[in-house]
């Protein structure tokens, strides 16, 4: 097997010399004795890990040039690896080596033992990183009909698209607002028998209650002020198609009547019409409140509602989503990125943290808006919390160690692995390149329930 890269930048030629000794054995090892001869070694050889030294020339004595080198060889990867091994052990300096973007801190003189132990750890995590960045560029998310979910809430979903959209039966789309109901709708006509026929989407919240009903079944030449022409309302034009009507529980009670007709008859008039008109057109209805208790209440019909539910689908709000909030995050942010000339954004830790704390009050909308503004507001190489505004969902909270950030980088790399394979241990042992015990130790020590 071949041996992992090690960087060692450090201006001391014995201390260099000592460690390339007791650490050739497991790693190719590469040094240099500055700045400039660091950024050198690094872009050529690409090290798994880098040991630098805080005191370098022309100022060893002081951790400013090590600061330096470490910010340089983050820009080239701002995923890499680097362990600071210094004399200067005071506080602040490891404080302020972690904060810009260290792995760890050791205090020389360096214990060999334990230094082997945190290259080991530091080489796993690198691994699992390369990996995870090689598949989000080669492998795209699979994508259902648009939608994005490996929740098994989402899972059942997409069960629902697939087993209903061959038949012509009513749906009702019950869902909190933003959560994707019209998504689903579009996603049944695809399916559907229809899928070459319109589809046409009215809300019935957006129109004056005395238009609606002329919107929805038309209206014949002067069958009020101002209906100057005949026209076809929505009904009509959707034959041989799908119409999907929003907010259903805002429908007035007289257009309810005629609606229910409709979905008894298949046929309707226009308003101020006495021909009946024929139309195929599929309904799917959506409401983001309670259908039951209109009419409960009186607001809305029994029968128009049992006509309406003939099939019921529920769309679960992003906080009942578990990793999802991960996934299509990200999705738009590859997304956006690409748009606005930013391709290589990440996010950064506080923003991941952030993102799953927040109770997102609009769903997949609020996500979405979100992400795009941060995309256009984010002026480094990875969107924070604050770009998102999310900010105020981390006050309060302590901070992330160190500890705590490399778990959850290694937490969300498995969960995909295992999405991918669909909770297959074997195979996702095999794509993360460790063995099948391994990552079950890794799964209990995260945390990740066994499927």
């Known amino acids: 097997m071949t041996k992992p890269t090690l960087l060692i930048v450090e201006d001391d030629e014995d201390i260099r010399t000592q460690m390339k000794w007791a650490l050739a054995p497991d790693y190719e090892v590469v040094m240099a004795e500055d700045r400039a001869g660091a950024v050198a070694a690094f872009t050529a050889n690409r090290p798994s890990v880098t040991l630098l030294d805080l005191g370098l020339p022309p100022r060893p004595n002081e951790p400013e040039e090590g600061l330096a080198t470490l910010s340089s ?14 004399g200067q052990g005071d506080k602040q300096n490891a404080l302020r080596a972690v904060g810009a973007g260290a ?4 205090c020389k003189p360096v214990d060999m033992d334990e230094l082997r132990l945190v290259l080991q750890r530091c080489v796993y ?25 490996g929740s098994p809430q989402m899972q059942a979903v997409f069960t629902f698209i697939r087993k209903v959209a061959p038949t ?34 009215i809300n019935c919240n957006a129109i004056p209650e005395n238009l609606l009903e002329s919107e929805l079944f038309g209206h014949e030449k002067g069958s009020f002020t101002g209906a100057h ?9 959707a034959a041989g198609g799908t ?12 257009v309810q009547v005629k609606l229910l007709r409709f979905l008894q008859e298949k046929r309707f008039q226009r308003v101020g019409g006495r021909q009946e008109i024929h139309s195929d057109a599929r309904v799917i209805a959506a409401t983001n409140g309670n259908l039951q208790e209109s009419v409960a209440s009186g607001k809305f019909r029994e029968d128009l509602y049992f006509r309406l539910a003939v099939v019921v689908a529920r769309v679960p709000s992003l906080r009942e989503r578990g990793d999802d909030v991960g996934l299509v995050a990200k999705e738009f942010l590859h997304r956006y990125g690409s748009q606005h000339g930013k391709p290589r954004l990440t996010f950064a830790p506080d923003a991941l943290r952030a993102l799953h704390l927040h109770h997102w009050p609009g769903n997949v909308r ?19 919390a604050s770009d ?4 105020d969902a981390l006050d309060g909270l302590p901070p992330q160690t160190l500890k705590e950030a490399r778990e959850n980088v290694e937490r969300e790399i498995v969960r995909d692995a295992l999405r991918r394979h669909k909770g297959k241990v074997t195979s996702a042992a095999l794509e993360l390149g460790i063995s099948r015990p391994t990552l079950y130790e890794l799964m209990e020590k995260l945390g990740i329930a066994r499927e």
């Open 73 to 86: 060889l983050l820009a080239l990867d701002q995923l890499a690896k680097v362990i600071i091994v210094t």
């Open 103 to 106: 792995y760890d801190f050791l």
């Open 125 to 149: 995590v690198a691994g699992l990183e390369q990996e995870y960045r090689a598949m989000q560029q080669g492998q795209r998310v699979e994508v259902f009909e648009h939608m994005l979910g």
């Open 168 to 201: 012509s039966a009513p749906v009702l789309i019950l869902g909190e607002n933003g959560t994707g109901k019209e998504m689903v709708a579009q996603a049944l006509h695809r399916r559907s028998p229809q899928t070459n026929g319109p589809f046409i989407a």
């Open 229 to 237: 022409t005949q026209r076809k309302g929505h009904i009509e034009s």
């Open 243 to 254: 119409l999907f009507l929003d907010e259903i529980g805002e429908l007035p009670a007289a």
């Open 366 to 384: 609020e996500l979405q808006n979100r992400v795009q503004r941060a995309v256009i507001m984010a002026e480094g190489k990875r969107v924070t």
């Open 388 to 391: 998102l505004e999310l900010a």
